[in-house]
Antibody, heavy 123, light 108 residues
């Protein structure tokens, strides 16, 4: 079955860049679907960070756009997140997910999620 | 701030029916999807599109939409349905993803 697994440092210093990778198994990224990153600060709700298609086209949350880069590596069947100039406000569980971006009817459905990885921003 | 608004908390008696709502102008044009999240776990998709359930989701979960409001209905709520529920859809531009703030469901 399709599985997603996040990996990366659990602790990042303020002003540095947070880097996470999502390895996909059981499905080829090149076959379709969009792939996204979502985060959840402790005790708070879900926040969409951004999404990428296997072709490389991206969509970003406007509130994070200036600091976010999402890329895809089809040869390794994985996609990645980079968030620069982090502060304590970026402390959260970061999830990667596969999602269907339906053009008609219009909806987005994140159907497969990774288990999430906690990232703490602290010196 | 989220473009999708949810009640922070809702409660339901065991076996009764509960409706969880999600409001936003974009819902007049786009469908919502719904996720269940239990403590310490990743969200799980329960409803998407007009009223579609992924494989393995009980048929007591259903979705509907009217005007600027999308609803998730649980008919005959079970103890295991106690969780946080989130809606998501597009923003008003139709290009970007937004999540509601979430609703904590308590089953009494």
């Amino acid at each position: 079955q399709v599985q997603l697994q996040e990996s990366g440092p659990g602790l990042v210093k303020p002003s540095e860049t947070l880097s996470l990778t999502c390895a996909v198994s059981g499905y080829s990224i090149s076959s379709g679907y969009y792939w996204g990153w979502i985060r959840q600060p402790p005790g708070k709700g879900l926040e969409w960070i951004g999404s990428i298609y296997h072709s490389g086209s991206t969509y970003y949350n406007p509130s994070l756009k200036s600091r976010v880069t999402i890329s895809v590596d089809t040869s390794k069947n994985q996609f990645s997140l980079k968030l620069s100039s982090v502060t304590a406000a970026d402390t959260a569980v970061y999830y990667c997910a596969r999602y269907l971006r339906s053009p008609s009817p219009v909806y987005d459905a994140f159907d497969i999620w990774g288990q999430g990885t906690m990232v703490t921003v602290s010196s | 701030s989220s473009e999708l608004t949810q009640d922070p908390a809702v409660s339901v008696a065991l076996g009764q029916t509960v409706r969880i709502t999600c409001q936003g102008d974009s819902l007049r044009s786009y469908y919502a999807s719904w996720y269940q999240q239990k403590p310490g776990q990743a969200p799980v998709l329960v409803i998407y599109g007009k009223n579609n359930r992924p494989s393995g989701i009980p048929d007591r979960f259903s979705g509907s939409s009217s005007g600027n409001t999308a609803s998730l209905t649980i008919t005959g709520a079970q103890a295991e349905d106690e969780a946080d529920y989130y809606c998501n859809s597009r923003d008003s531009s139709g290009n970007l993803v937004v999540f509601g703030g979430g609703t904590k469901l308590t089953v009494l």
